[in-house]
């Protein structure tokens, strides 16, 4: 198999995050094919290798699967990579993802667990909250276009006028804003040569309150008076009303949303949305759940994990605007909230007093850090970090508050894998995990986590006939090189003396009480790899160690 050859087969199945699996048959061999469906037979194109494994680009479609059983519901389907999977029914998408999970989760997770299943989004469409649409064009020096970028393209845009994720407020918007700028022939900004004016439309619309905020990225490289938009945005129809029309000028060279200046064309900066009976500000680059419904749904899951908090403390560990927090407060003695973003933090505090809440506490910086200026200890610890989850630093320090409840959230399955490894190294038990499918339609999805310590007493009788084991000879049947060489030999893998130890380690061989420690209290130890570690497993059985 070689870069450049064209195979077709059958996706047997997708795996997270919207990696299909195709076999080979006349290789022998399985191949890595994004943005597939289960099912669909395809042609592909070899097009790199990674650690061993081979990758293909999609070339073609060449049957349909059996699980497209439906129309495609926008026009710009399957060009665009927002929908990837709306011809599936949403229950075949709800068993997709809970196999996703349960293949990274089952090889993770120590012992047995309980999981509870993919919960659905109270909307299967036009859920989201949030929208960011680029300008651009469709084809080299095409008209302008106003939407999502071409799957696989980072230039190719698609005019998205009838997304079917968002609001149909947000599609009237959005045509509004790009006939408005193509009938003055207004230049967008081209990435490559940084030259241009338009950037982004940034909408968001409180999914309960129906409030919405506009908001137009532009560079600074051209000037045009916007008063004759916002006259025809307020014409507009809508099922919701315009609070908000910002115009954001941004100079940034990376393609990125954010503000040098933000400038207020009508009404305000901020709109409110509401969750489970409480009212949150939200201002334009403010952190909030994407589906409001879903987030209820979330939240709700969250409140049953963590059980009863009564005249307990609750940390609420990268909070965001502290939605969390707040929803636990009303059933808790204290919420302490930390978040990177100080924008998000003043936000969480205003809310809390709009909210009538006095028992919440934001403060505003890194988790590392501010973990070590708390003078509270927590009873209970809720994690909802970023999609890369929790820094290998920051993680050792909250566990060892020893807390008897930790529920993680995690838009990133992978990340938690990689999380609860260490988490379950500190005395974590995994109890109970579920999902909230928070963006149907998509590869992603939300998974939630309970975990409980566990305690000195939670102790295993066993009997053992000590005159039939050799307890000390295991450690003398082959040396450290000898099972370096072993695995390079038999996996292709090279590995460390620190790797080997941890595994004997695993395995119940004594290793030397200092051997491969890390020479500071809070030095970061690096840890076996889950295929190092089978490798060095299968030495240790060779020469007859376990």
Request: aromatic fraction near 8%; glycine fraction near 6%; hydrophobic fraction near 35%.
């Amino acid at each position: 198999m070689k870069k450049g050859q064209i195979y077709e087969g059958i996706i047997e199945r997708v795996d997270f995050p919207n990696k299909g699996i195709v076999f080979v048959p006349e290789e022998e061999q399985y191949v890595i094919v994004k943005n597939g469906i289960p099912g669909q037979k395809i042609r592909f194109m070899i097009n790199k290798f990674k650690r061993g494994n081979a990758e293909g680009r999609l070339l073609e479609v060449l049957e349909k699967s059996p699980l497209e059983t439906r129309e495609p519901v926008c026009s710009i389907f399957p060009a665009c990579g927002g929908c990837m999977y709306q011809t599936m029914p949403y229950e075949e998408q709800v068993k997709m993802k809970e196999g996703q999970i349960r293949r990274i989760m089952d090889p993770v997770v120590k012992g047995e667990y309980l999981f509870e299943g993919v919960k659905h989004s109270p909307k299967e469409f036009h859920y989201r909250n949030k929208m960011e649409f680029s300008f651009g064009d469709e084809f080299k020096d095409g008209p302008l276009s106003l939407g999502l970028h071409k799957k696989g393209s980072t230039y190719d845009v698609l005019t998205a006028g009838d997304c079917q994720l968002v609001h149909e407020d947000m599609d009237k918007i959005l045509l509004c804003v790009l006939n408005y700028f193509k009938e003055r022939n207004v230049s967008y900004y081209k990435k490559m040569q940084h030259v241009g004016y338009l950037r982004h439309l940034l909408l968001r619309r409180g999914d309960t309150t129906g409030e919405i905020l506009v908001n137009l990225v532009t560079t600074t490289q051209e000037e045009y008076d916007l008063t004759l938009l916002v006259e025809e945005l307020l014409a507009l129809e809508l099922e919701g009303k315009i609070v908000g029309i910002l115009h954001i000028l941004n100079d940034s060279l990376s393609d990125v949303v954010k503000s040098d200046e933000t400038r207020i064309l009508y009404g305000q900066d901020f709109f409110y949305e509401k969750l489970l009976g409480l009212e949150f500000k939200i201002t334009p680059f403010s952190f909030f759940q994407p589906n409001s419904k879903g987030a209820e749904v979330l939240y709700e899951t969250v409140r049953e994990y963590i059980g009863d908090i009564d005249n307990q403390v609750v940390f609420d560990l990268f909070s965001g605007t502290g939605t969390i927090g707040q929803v636990l407060a009303p059933v808790a003695k204290k919420v302490i909230g930390v978040e990177i973003i100080e924008e998000a933090v003043e936000a969480a505090k205003e809310n809390a007093v709009r909210n009538g809440l006095s028992n919440c506490k934001f403060i505003a910086g890194d988790v590392f850090k501010v973990l070590d200026e708390i003078e509270e200890k927590p009873d209970v610890i809720v994690l909802d970090p970023p999609r890369d989850g929790i820094h290998p630093k920051a993680l050792p320090k909250i566990l060892n508050y020893g807390v008897d409840k930790i529920v993680y959230i995690s838009c990133k399955m992978t990340s938690l894998a990689r999380d609860l490894e260490m988490m379950q190294l500190a005395g974590y038990r995994v109890e109970k995990m579920t999902a909230v499918d928070q963006f149907c339609e998509t590869v992603h999805v939300e998974t939630v986590v309970l975990l409980s310590q566990q305690k000195p007493d939670d102790t295993i009788e066993i009997d053992l006939d000590l005159d039939e084991l050799d307890a000390t000879s295991a450690e003398l049947k082959a040396t450290y090189q000898e099972i370096k060489d072993y695995v390079l030999k038999e996996f292709g893998l090279k590995v460390s003396s620190l790797y080997i130890s941890q595994v004997k380690r695993k395995c119940g061989i004594e290793v030397g009480e200092n051997y491969n420690l890390p020479k500071s209290e809070n030095a970061r130890v690096p840890q076996c790899p889950k295929e190092k570690e089978e490798a060095i497993k299968a030495a240790l059985k060779y020469y007859a160690m376990i």
